[in-house]
């Protein structure tokens, strides 16, 4: 009854450095999304996905990607970052028509850029 | 341009005793609003929601107030228990398409035996 699995739970990356984030879901759901939360700032979408070999950006997506190449997996991913990349990461997922009230959250990822 | 907000980053109250969480939007498209409950170290978690169709929604302890024209909802929490002890998320979602939700800042609610 695992739900959403994201790795790594805690990174420190140094400025200039490229990592990815895993967000894996065992519950067959279409969507998927990835969320920032800063502090003063709530949730604030960076992409997200409808399915199977799809993305699209989200509020805040720039100097992230995603790709989303099974089902299961959707992966976010820090080409150089910055310290203003600093922050705790959640991905989610849902089936489609529950009016927002079907996301299963992961755990977080906390991400710290020096 | 915070299309949700929760002006109340903090609140404190007695166990026993009624808590109010309050939020504004200002996007007249969202559908549905919903609130989110989260403890330390853990995701949100789904805990009610409301159709932009109803005024109330209840579930146990736990009711959710939607008022249209004031573009205001509020989460009532009756009575308080001490596991209820976490960050509040208000949030939104319009009608149809890829159900992203728009978060609020959140509140922390503590509540004090």
């Known amino acids: 009854n695992a739900g959403v699995t994201q790795t790594p739970k805690f990174r420190v990356l140094k400025t200039g450095q490229s990592m990815t984030l895993l967000c894996a879901q065992d519950?067959?759901?279409?969507?998927m999304y990835w969320y920032r939360q800063d502090p003063g700032m709530g949730l604030r979408l960076i992409h997200y996905s409808v399915g199977e070999g799809t993305t699209a950006k989200g509020e805040v997506p720039d100097g992230y990607n995603v790709s989303r190449l099974k089902k299961q997996n959707f992966l976010l991913g820090l080409e150089s970052a910055a310290p203003s990349q600093t922050s705790v990461y959640f991905c989610?997922?849902?089936?489609?028509?529950?009016?927002?009230?079907?996301?299963?959250f992961g755990s977080g990822t906390r991400l710290t850029v020096v | 341009d915070q299309q949700v907000k929760q002006n109340s980053p903090s609140l404190s109250v007695q166990e026993g005793r009624i808590s109010i969480l309050n939020c504004d939007y200002t996007?007249?498209?969202?559908?549905?609003f919903l609130w989110y409950k989260k403890y330390p170290a853990e995701g949100p978690t789904f805990l009610i929601s409301?159709?932009?169709?109803?005024d109330k929604n209840e579930d146990g302890r736990f009711t959710v107030f939607l008022n249209k024209s004031a573009k205001h909802l509020s989460l009532h929490i009756v009575p308080s228990q001490p596991g209820d002890s976490a960050v509040y998320f208000c949030?939104?979602?319009?009608?149809?398409?890829?159900?992203?939700?728009?978060f609020g800042q959140g509140t922390r609610l503590t509540i004090n035996p």
């Open positions: 989610a997922s849902t089936p489609p028509e529950t009016g927002g009230g079907g996301y299963t």
């Open positions: 996007n007249s498209m969202f559908d549905y």
């Open positions: 409301i159709s932009s169709i109803k």
């Open positions: 519950m067959n759901h279409e969507y």
């Open positions: 949030a939104a979602s319009p009608r149809g398409g890829a159900q992203k939700l728009v």
